[in-house]
Nanobody, 127 residues
Framework: QVQLVESGGGLVQAGHSVRLTCITS?????????MGWFRQAPGKEREFVAA????????LYADAVKGRFTVSRDAKNLSTFLQMNNVTPEDTAVYYC???????????????????WGQGTQVTITT
């Protein structure tokens, strides 16, 4: 069974940067075509942040993070990274990584597109 483990969260000052890492272990029952990041702030629903097509490296971003965050992947090791620059207090959330067996292009942004999830890592932005 595949497991995803996020790391890199913590307290970060507004305007600074933080890099999240997600490493997979174990075997997946299906091919992994997309790796993504979601976040959930207190009192809010989980929302899409970014995703990357594993074979081709095509990137997708939520409007709220476009231009500030960069998602990347190590296709060989099924790892994904989220570089978060110029963070703001609105970026405070638990960040989850996930993998999915399908690529639906621009529409690969919903929780239903992903079938394996990590436990999450807390990112808190301070002023």
């Amino acid at each position: 069974q595949v497991q995803l483990v996020e790391s890199g969260g913590g307290l970060v000052q507004a305007g600074h940067s933080v890099r999240l890492t997600c490493i997979t272990s174990g075997r997946t029952s299906s091919a992994v075509y997309v790796m993504g990041w979601f976040r959930q702030a207190p009192g809010k629903e989980r929302e899409f942040v970014a995703a990357v097509n594993v074979p081709a490296g095509i990137e997708l971003y939520a409007d709220a993070v476009k231009g500030r965050f960069t998602v990347s992947r190590d296709a060989k090791n099924l790892s994904t990274f989220l570089q978060m620059n110029n963070v703001t207090p609105e970026d405070t959330a638990v960040y989850y990584c996930a993998t999915g067996p399908y690529w639906r292009g621009y529409y690969t942004t919903t929780s239903d597109d992903f079938d394996h999830w990590g436990q999450g890592t807390q990112v808190t932005i301070t002023t």
